[in-house]
């Protein structure tokens, strides 16, 4: 199983930037999704999950309000739109899968390559 990231790039501060998770392979409907940052020397960090049903949405605290996090099941894709951009969210920025319910996001069995995220001041 296999998951594709995409959108990153260089943007300014306060600027905006859509990432995406997708999968050529298997359907994202019913698995949860989450999406994890890595800055350079530090630990990965849950940014943001939806559950299978899709019921429940979580941000982490250092993106509430600025984030939103969307399925778009026609195109078997899940988006992660960040706004207000500070240079903090400079991270490679990783989507993870999971189809148990009982899974924790750190615990998301398959894993996209990562995108890089840069955010100049």
């Known amino acids: 199983v296999q998951l594709q990231a995409s959108g990153g790039g260089l943007v300014q501060t306060g600027g905006s930037l859509t990432l995406s998770c997708a999968s050529s392979?298997?359907?994202?409907?019913?698995?949860?999704i989450g999406w994890f940052r890595q800055a350079p020397g530090k630990e990965r960090e849950v940014v943001s999950c939806?559950?299978?049903?899709?019921?429940?949405?979580f941000y982490a605290e250092f993106v509430k309000g600025r984030v939103t996090l969307s399925r778009e099941n026609n195109k078997n894709t899940i988006h992660l739109e960040i706004n207000s951009l500070k240079p903090e969210d400079t991270a490679v920025y990783y989507c993870?899968?999971?189809?148990?319910?009982?899974?924790?996001?750190?615990?998301?069995?398959?894993w996209g390559q990562g995108t890089l995220v840069t955010v100049s001041s």
């Open positions: 392979e298997f359907t994202l409907d019913g698995y949860a």
């Open positions: 993870a899968a999971d189809l148990d319910p009982q899974s924790g996001p750190y615990e998301y069995e398959y």
């Open positions: 939806i559950s299978g049903g899709s019921t429940d949405i």
